[in-house]
């Protein structure tokens, strides 16, 4: 393990926090502005041209702020449960490939921090980790509406998880790799060879999964505004209140690098056009779950479940044994 | 070098995880710390370039430890410690100590007297995820299919425990015709 690329695999991971923390702080602006068009308001306006420094101020308001850990709350897990969603988020991000490798100054660059050879297992299990955070945070709360929240994690864990596992499994199948990589190279003749083409099912079902993992409006349960005031965030405040929401925009993010690798082509041959379609790709699903949320109710937590166990993992589980059968033959 | 700096933070850190989970009385540092620990164990199948073992121990165990969390949301309130009812601390120690001792006795036998031997070679160029299928699908496979039974019983018997009147929704029932107020009618009559 030489010194060079250790310097390395730090600058990426620097870079990676610095530019998704970032990101996810544009993400509350764009989700704003997103919405307000679409329900004919003007969203934020007063700070800066078009409200655009209501990130700064925002920012500001959250690193300024008293930061209150209430009466009766079990101190300890109730600091850390907000570190757990940002820190996992993060976390899953070290096996995504952002963009095809390049060369800076005669060095070559790979922006992927770790390549394990089993990519999509430890995504989907690290952000499964980040689920921990609600859970946590309205269990340490003592607060009726936080318990209910997390009693409503645990629920929506245990639901989409097998949808997520299950769809996957078909693609992996044909590519016969679990590195996100591989999907890539797999799918570099064009448009033609994406695998949405191939797996519009398994597409569909890990679309549906990836809005449950992000707790994203059509399963927006866990933190309810309107019913739970706002579940596992009620006593928050301040910077650890911020944190689940940097947790949260940067999921979104990640898991839209995910779908746009797996079903969409990804970065394609490597070229710059291939980069900068990765980009509007995953800006294209992430204005997805804005428009989703404009678009559509919330459903209740035994919605979910019967969606997922009693729809979608059948539907997954036919999708695998006909994929199988296409394959051997 | 960044091994053994790796595996020694790990392994100060799963000790004491382990630890908490072991000695508190407060259900919710208990199952923190379980799933904690749980989830630091996966660093040391990395360090030893068993990725596909490591991302499992991680997927396995957060959704394991999160049915007991489930449970102990159930039972306990979460944040105040739990009063345990001892009724002879000695008879518990005693006990826990020969069951450990047992315990260690077991799984040190095989190893000291050197039955273990490694029957299928680490094959070149073949990756983490598929060394495992290879073994898993030849020679343990009728352990494996037993085991994948054995969970399709003890789902079909959960289904089966759980799942009476399931075809009505408590939901949507009447308010006087729900088992709930049934009960609670009965209670104000008598």
Redesign the interface.
């Known amino acids: 393990?030489d010194t060079a690329y250790f310097i390395e695999t730090i600058i990426k991971i620097v870079v990676l926090l610095l530019v998704f923390s970032a990101l996810a702080g544009f993400g509350t602006y764009f989700e704003r502005k997103v919405l307000a068009f679409m329900q004919r308001r003007l969203g934020p306006m007063h700070v800066g041209p078009y409200g655009l420094l209501q990130i700064a101020a925002d920012g500001i308001k959250l690193f300024t702020k008293e930061d209150i850990v209430p009466q009766?709350?079990?101190g300890?897990?109730f600091k850390i449960a907000p570190v757990i969603t940002a820190a996992t988020a993060f976390m899953a991000a070290a096996a995504i490939p952002f963009m095809p490798s390049f060369t800076i100054f005669g060095y070559e660059v790979h922006p992927i921090i770790s390549d394990?050879?089993?990519g999509i297992?430890?995504i989907?299990?690290?952000m499964?980790?980040g689920?921990?955070g609600p859970?946590?945070g309205g269990?340490?709360s003592?607060n009726k509406w936080s318990?209910i929240s997390?009693?409503r994690a645990?629920s929506v864990?245990?639901s989409y998880?097998v949808v997520s596992?299950l769809s996957l499994l078909a693609p992996i199948m044909m590519v016969g790799?679990?590195s996100l990589i591989d999907f890539n190279n797999y799918q570099t003749g064009g448009v033609g060879s994406w695998m949405i083409w191939s797996q519009p099912v398994a597409f569909i079902l890990f679309l549906i999964a990836a809005f449950a993992e992000t707790g994203r409006t059509p399963f927006h349960l866990i933190a309810n505004d309107h019913e739970i005031i706002d579940g596992f965030g009620t006593e928050y405040s301040g910077m650890r209140w911020g944190l689940f929401f940097i947790g949260e925009y940067a999921n979104m993010f990640f898991i839209s690098f995910v779908i746009a690798l797996i079903f969409l082509g990804g970065f394609g041959d490597g070229s710059v056009g291939g980069a900068l379609a990765l980009l509007g790709k995953v800006s294209f699903i992430f204005f997805f779950f804005l428009w989703t949320r404009a678009a559509w109710p919330d459903v209740r937590p035994?919605q979910l479940m019967w969606l997922c166990w009693k729809v979608l993992m059948p539907i997954a589980v036919i999708n695998i044994v006909i994929t199988g059968i296409v394959i051997m033959f | 070098m960044f091994e053994a700096i790796a595996f020694y933070l790990f392994a100060i850190l799963t000790i004491s995880m382990f630890s908490i989970a072991v000695l508190t009385s407060q259900a919710l540092y208990a199952l923190t710390a379980l799933a904690a620990g749980m989830i630091f164990i996966s660093a040391f199948f990395f360090i030893l370039g068993a990725d596909f073992l490591g991302a499992v121990q991680i997927i396995v165990y957060t959704g394991a430890v999160l049915a007991l969390y489930a449970f102990g949301m159930m039972f306990f309130d979460t944040t105040r410690d739990v009063v345990e009812k001892r009724t002879s601390p000695m008879l518990v120690f005693g006990m826990g100590g020969m069951a450990a001792l047992l315990i260690v006795l077991i799984f040190a036998a095989p190893i000291v007297s050197d039955n273990i031997t490694a029957l299928y070679p680490v094959q070149e160029g073949v990756g983490n995820a598929q060394a495992v299928g290879m073994v898993l699908f030849t020679k343990y496979l009728v352990p494996f299919e037993v085991a994948a039974v054995m969970l399709l019983v003890a789902m079909i018997g959960g289904i089966i425990l759980a799942g009476k009147k399931m075809d009505t929704s408590l939901t949507l029932l009447d308010e006087d015709k729900s088992p709930l107020s049934v009960e609670t009618n009965e209670k104000a009559a008598s």
């Open positions: 393990m009766n709350v079990v300890p897990i394990i050879n089993v297992l430890y989907l299990g690290v499964a980790i689920l921990y859970l946590l269990m340490a003592a318990l997390a009693a645990a864990f245990i998880e596992g790799s679990l035994d």
